[in-house]
């Protein structure tokens, strides 16, 4: 079945130490999405690739940066992981923007505890 | 900017039985999609129901179905027949129709239902 993969579903991380999630996708879509969502919130967009091209949302801390190598996988890449970054990271993907309802398929996320 | 606001935190509805979960927003613009997503103790969410602004018939997904009220800038979701199953959160969100925009969501309802 098509799908949005996430691994690792759970990662443990040392304050300060740099950690990286990964996203994979067999929709072939073009749009790409990072959310964080923190217990008991809505899920809050870091960024999205719209192919190639990367949209940073204004409020997304610079510790964040995200990575598109090809259609299939896009990476989160925390560079020095606070407290605070502990939380559930969603990701998820979408067809075109511009086209109907774009909805969105979304991963089963990567829960990120910090030590 | 987009808002959408979900006023009800919190919802139980004994299983088999009817209930309905509150949505606004607030918007300038005419052309528009809503969408109600569940997410499961699981985690990962998924689309219940969508509608588009410009129709003026309600949605309906088998036991699941939306009162869109265009003026009034509302969009509740109707659960019929409550199963166990239905047990999760609840977000609305809004997405405009102009170009590549985000998902704005809602902080959720948590919804229980109760044997």
């Known amino acids: 079945d098509a799908m949005v993969i996430q691994n690792p579903r759970y990662q443990v991380t040392q304050f300060g130490k740099p950690v990286t999630l990964s996203c994979s996708q067999t929709?072939?879509?073009?749009?790409m999405y990072w959310y964080q969502q923190k217990s008991s919130q809505a899920p809050k967009l870091l960024f999205h690739?719209?192919?190639?091209?990367?949209?940073n949302e204004a409020d997304t801390p610079d510790n964040f940066q995200s990575r598109r190598p090809n259609t299939s996988f896009c990476f989160l890449d925390i560079r020095s992981p606070g407290l605070g970054d502990a939380a559930m990271y969603l990701c998820?993907?979408?067809?075109?923007?511009?086209?109907?309802?774009?909805?969105?398929?979304f991963g089963p996320g990567t829960r990120l505890t910090v030590l | 900017a987009q808002t959408v606001t979900q006023s009800q935190p919190e919802m139980s509805v004994q299983e088999a039985e009817t209930v309905t979960l509150s949505c606004t927003y607030d918007?300038?613009?005419?052309?528009?999609?809503l969408f109600w997503y569940k997410q499961p103790p699981s985690r990962q969410m998924i689309l219940v129901i969508r509608?588009?602004?410009?129709?003026?018939q309600n949605a309906t997904e088998n036991r699941f179905s939306v009162n869109f009220q265009k003026a009034a800038k509302s969009f509740s979701l109707k659960i019929s027949d409550s199963q166990l199953g239905d047990a999760a959160m609840y977000f609305c969100?809004?997405?405009?129709?102009?170009?590549?925009?985000?998902?704005?969501f809602g902080k959720g309802t948590r919804l229980s239902v109760i044997a």
């Open positions: 998820a993907t979408s067809r075109d923007p511009g086209r109907d309802y774009n909805e969105q398929f």
């Open positions: 929709l072939n879509h073009n749009v």
């Open positions: 690739y719209y192919d190639k091209d990367f949209n």
């Open positions: 918007t300038s613009e005419s052309d528009y999609y």
């Open positions: 509608q588009e602004a410009y129709k003026q």
């Open positions: 969100a809004y997405r405009s129709n102009s170009g590549n925009t985000p998902l704005v």
